[in-house]
C-alpha cells in the first residue's frame, strides 16, 4: 500500500508577535512547526501502513528551508519525503497550491506507485482555508472524504473503506471506494514519539527535493501569483471601535462592590435580559 | 504560500497596500455572469441558520450591483418546499432548485456536480456559501472545478465601485485583515461563517420566481454512500454561535482549575461557556468550545470574556455580540479596544464575586411573585 501525506511548514503562531508601532508582523526569529492539523492525518496514515504494510510519503510544496518539518515526519516514521521549492510557486493560493501539489503527487505516483490514500489535514493554521484538500481531490478526481472522525473500516483487498465524518447535525457514516482522499480531524489521535531508529533514520536520510520542472508541472502561468485567481488587493489594521470601553471604577473597592456595578452596567445597556436569564432558567 | 498570507512584502506597511496585477480585464466570455447566489444548506430537512445570515449580506450585495438576489436549493424530491417558501421570506428575487434522491443527504460528488452544472447554465457574478464542513467540503470542489477564486472564512463582503467582490477576511499572525480580490474570473466565490452576519427580518408572504432545474445523477454513478447518520444527542453539547450569553475565559485564567470559575458564572447564567484559542490548546477546553477565528463566531446579547488579551483572531469571532464586558489586569490589552464595559482587575477575584451576586439577584427575582 502506499499513502501520500500532504503538510505544510507553518509558523508557530502562538509565538507570532505584532509590531505595536508599525502594526506589522514581526516574523523575524519566528519558529516553525508542522501545521498542527497535519499530525492528525500524518498518524492516522502511519497506523494504516502499521496494519496494512505498504510505505508512507510525506510531500510539501514551500521554501527550501520546509526541509525541516519534512525530516521531523520521517523520524516520526514516514517513509520517504518529498520537496517541491521553486521560486514560481512564491505567492500561490489555495487554487494555484492544489496545482501544483497534484502534478507532485502524480510524479510521486510515478516513481513510487499510485497511492491507495491521500491526506491532507483538515486545514492549516495559516491560510486557513480547508481548501487545499478538495482542491487536490477535485485535480486528481479522487473521492474525497472531509473532517473524518474515525476511519470504521479498511479493506484494501475490496479497495472500501467506512468513515465517520464529522456533519453539521451529526455524523455521516460513509462508504467509498480507494483511492481517495481524507482529511482527519483534530483530536482523532496523538502523534506518536517516533521510534530511536526512525529518528536516526530521519536526521541522515535525503529529503527528495524537486523544482518545478523536475516534478513535471506542465504549466508555469497555472503556478504561484500567475495562476492565482484570488489578489490580496488591501493589508490594514482593523479600525478601533470609536470609543474605548467604558471603564468601571475599581480603585479601593471590593470584587462585590465592582460587580455590582457590572451588574449595574449590564442591566442599563441590555435592559431586559436579566428578566429573560430568569425565565430560561425557570423553564419557560 | 496561500491566498490570505499577503508575500512577506505586501505585508509590510500596515494600510493602502495594492499588488501590481490588481487591474480588472474581465475576459468577453464572463462578462455575461450576472447576479448574486447564496447556497441553501439544507440537510436532513432544516436549513442551516447560517444560508439565511447570507441571504442578508447577498441583499446588500445584490442591491448595490442592482442585480437579482437567487437561492439556490438542492435537496430530496419534494424536500424543498419550506427551503423555498423561506428564501423569499428572507429576499430571494428567485429560487434555483434541483430536486433529485441523491440530493437527500449531503455528498460531495452529486452537490458538486449539481452546483457546477447549475453555475455554468445561469452564470452568476457571485456565489456565497456557509464556511460550514457542508460549505467548506462543497466550495472547494466547486471553486476548483470552475477554475475561478474562493476566498474562505470573510467577515466582511462589498462590492467596490467597478462592481468587483471585495472579501475581506483576516490574515495569519497578527493585528491584521486583507481585501481580497476574484478580479478576472467568475464566479467570485467566497464562504462565511455562521453568526458573521446578523439574521436578516424575514418578511412572511413573500413570493417570487422559481426555475427548476434537473441534473442527471444516477446513483449507479455516485460512489460515496451514505450508509447511515447518527443525529447528535441535544444534550451537552455547546451551542456558542446562536447562545444568548457566552462567558469565556483565555491565558488570563492562568490554570485550567481557575478556569471552572468561568464555568461557575455560565451556569449560574444559563449560559454557555467557551475560551481562547490556547486553551484549546493547553486542553483546558475542549475545541468546540473555541471562539475566535478558528473557532466560533458568537452573536450573544452579552459575553463575558476573562483574561483573554483580544488578538484580532478572537476579536472577529465576538464582534457581533451586543454588549461585550471585559475583564483584564492590563489596561492596554487590546480587548478594551472593542469591549464596552471594561474592568482593569484580576478576573480570578472578579468572577466569583460576579457568579454570587448574579446568584442572589436570580434567586431573589425567583422568589417574587410572578406577576411582576
Ligand atoms: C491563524 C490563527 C488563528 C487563530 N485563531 C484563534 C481563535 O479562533 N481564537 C482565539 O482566541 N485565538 C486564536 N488565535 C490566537 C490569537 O492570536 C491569540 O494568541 C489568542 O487569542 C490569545 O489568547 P489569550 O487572550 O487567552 O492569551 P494572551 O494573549 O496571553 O492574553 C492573556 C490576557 O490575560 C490577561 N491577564 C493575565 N492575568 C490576568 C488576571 N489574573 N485577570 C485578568 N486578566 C489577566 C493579560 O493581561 C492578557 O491580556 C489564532 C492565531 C492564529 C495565528
Ligand atoms: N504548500 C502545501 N504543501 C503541502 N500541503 C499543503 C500545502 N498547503 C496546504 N496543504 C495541505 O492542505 C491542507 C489544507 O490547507 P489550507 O487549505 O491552507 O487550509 C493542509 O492541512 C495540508 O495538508
Redesign the pocket.
Known amino acids: 500500500m502506499h499513502i501520500v501525506v500532504c503538510i505544510k511548514q507553518v509558523p508557530d503562531?502562538?509565538q507570532?508577535r505584532v509590531h505595536p508601532v508599525t502594526n506589522t508582523i514581526m516574523r523575524q526569529g519566528v519558529p516553525t512547526i508542522i501545521n498542527p492539523y497535519d499530525l492528525f492525518s500524518l498518524e492516522e496514515a502511519l497506523r494504516l501502513r502499521d496494519r496494512f504494510g505498504g510505505e508512507v510519503t510525506v510531500v510539501t510544496m514551500g521554501p527550501p528551508m520546509a526541509d525541516a518539518s519534512l525530516r521531523k515526519c520521517l523520524t516520526y516514521g514516514a517513509d520517504r519525503a518529498v520537496l517541491l521549492t521553486d521560486r514560481f510557486f512564491a505567492g500561490s493560493d489555495t487554487l494555484a497550491t492544489s496545482y501544483a501539489l497534484s502534478y507532485l503527487i502524480k510524479k510521486v505516483a510515478q516513481e513510487w506507485g499510485e497511492p491507495d490514500i491521500i491526506f491532507c489535514g483538515k486545514q492549516t493554521?495559516?491560510g486557513?482555508t480547508a481548501q487545499v484538500g478538495p482542491g487536490i481531490a477535485k485535480r486528481l478526481n479522487l473521492l474525497q472524504l472531509t473532517y473524518v472522525a474515525k476511519i470504521d473500516e479498511f479493506d484494501l483487498a475490496a479497495r472500501e473503506i467506512v468513515i465517520h465524518r464529522r456533519a453539521e447535525g451529526g455524523i455521516q457514516i460513509l462508504k467509498t471506494k480507494l483511492p481517495c482522499l481524507v482529511t482527519m480531524l483534530e483530536g482523532t489521535n496523538d502523534m506518536r514519539r517516533g521510534s530511536i531508529e526512525d529518528a536516526l533514520r530521519g536526521a541522515r536520510s535525503e529529503i527528495v527535493t524537486w523544482n518545478a520542472a523536475e516534478a513535471g508541472i506542465p504549466d508555469l502561468a497555472l503556478c504561484g501569483l500567475k495562476g492565482s485567481p484570488t489578489i490580496v488587493k488591501k493589508v490594514f489594521a482593523p479600525s478601533p471601535r470609536a470609543e474605548k470601553a467604558f471603564q468601571i471604577e475599581v480603585q479601593g473597592k471590593t470584587p462585590a462592590e465592582i460587580s455590582d456595578a457590572v451588574i449595574g452596567e449590564i442591566n442599563q445597556r441590555q435592559p431586559g435580559l436579566e428578566q429573560d436569564i430568569q425565565k430560561m432558567a425557570a423553564g419557560f | 504560500m496561500n491566498q490570505k498570507a499577503p508575500p512577506a512584502k505586501a505585508a509590510a506597511p500596515a494600510a493602502g497596500n495594492s499588488r501590481a496585477n490588481t487591474k480588472k480585464e474581465l475576459p468577453e466570455h464572463l462578462k455575461s455572469y450576472k447576479h448574486v447566489w447564496v447556497l441553501i444548506e439544507l440537510e436532513r430537512g432544516v436549513v442551516h441558520p447560517v444560508s439565511w445570515e447570507l441571504m442578508g449580506e447577498g441583499r446588500k450585495l445584490a442591491d448595490k450591483l442592482k442585480v437579482d438576489l437567487a437561492a439556490v436549493i438542492l435537496g430530496a424530491p419534494g424536500g424543498t418546499e419550506d427551503a423555498i417558501k423561506d428564501s423569499f421570506g428572507y429576499g430571494a428575487d428567485l429560487c434555483y432548485v434541483v430536486e433529485n434522491p441523491a440530493l437527500t443527504d449531503y455528498r460531495n460528488e452529486p452537490y458538486t456536480t449539481a452546483m457546477t452544472e447549475l453555475v455554468n447554465k445561469y452564470q452568476p457574478e457571485i456565489l456565497l456559501m456557509g464556511a460550514t464542513n457542508l460549505g467548506r467540503d462543497l466550495a472547494g470542489s466547486v471553486a476548483t472545478t470552475l477554475l475561478t477564486g474562493l476566498t474562505a472564512d470573510c467577515t466582511e463582503l462589498d462590492v467596490d465601485a467597478d462592481g468587483s467582490l471585495a472579501a475581506t477576511r483576516p490574515t495569519?499572525?497578527g493585528s491584521l485583515l486583507c481585501t481580497i480580490y476574484t478580479l478576472n474570473y467568475r464566479p467570485q466565490m467566497a464562504t462565511m461563517r455562521p453568526r458573521v452576519a446578523p439574521m436578516p427580518v424575514y418578511q412572511a408572504g413573500k413570493t417570487g420566481r422559481i426555475i427548476r432545474h434537473e441534473v442527471a445523477l444516477p446513483e449507479e454513478s455516485i460512489i460515496t454512500k451514505v450508509l447511515s447518520f447518527l443525529p447528535d444527542s441535544a444534550t451537552g453539547k455547546a451551542n456558542l454561535p446562536y447562545a444568548d450569553v457566552v462567558v469565556a475565559g483565555?491565558?488570563?485564567m492562568?490554570n485550567a482549575e481557575n478556569y471552572q470559575l468561568v464555568r461557575d458564572l455560565a451556569e449560574v447564567l444559563g449560559a454557555e461557556w467557551g475560551?481562547?484559542?490556547?486553551?484549546v490548546q493547553k486542553g483546558w477546553i475542549p475545541s468546540d468550545r473555541?471562539?475566535?477565528?478558528?473557532?466560533k463566531t458568537i452573536r450573544p446579547r452579552l459575553y463575558i470574556a476573562?483574561?483573554?488579551?483580544?488578538?484580532?483572531?478572537?476579536r472577529v469571532?465576538v464582534e457581533g455580540a451586543d454588549l461585550i464586558v471585559a475583564?483584564?489586569?492590563?489596561p492596554n490589552?487590546p480587548?478594551f479596544d472593542f469591549a464596552h464595559v471594561g474592568i482593569v482587575?484580576?478576573?480570578?477575584k472578579i468572577l466569583p464575586a460576579l457568579t454570587e451576586a448574579f446568584r442572589k439577584r436570580l434567586a431573589l427575582a425567583a422568589a417574587r411573585p410572578a406577576a411582576e
Open positions: 503562531s502562538a507570532i493554521i495559516d486557513d | 495569519f499572525g483565555g491565558l488570563g492562568q475560551g481562547s484559542r490556547p486553551l473555541q471562539i475566535g477565528q478558528t473557532g476573562a483574561g483573554i488579551s483580544g488578538a484580532i483572531q478572537h469571532g475583564i483584564n489586569t492590563d490589552a480587548i482587575a484580576d478576573a480570578t
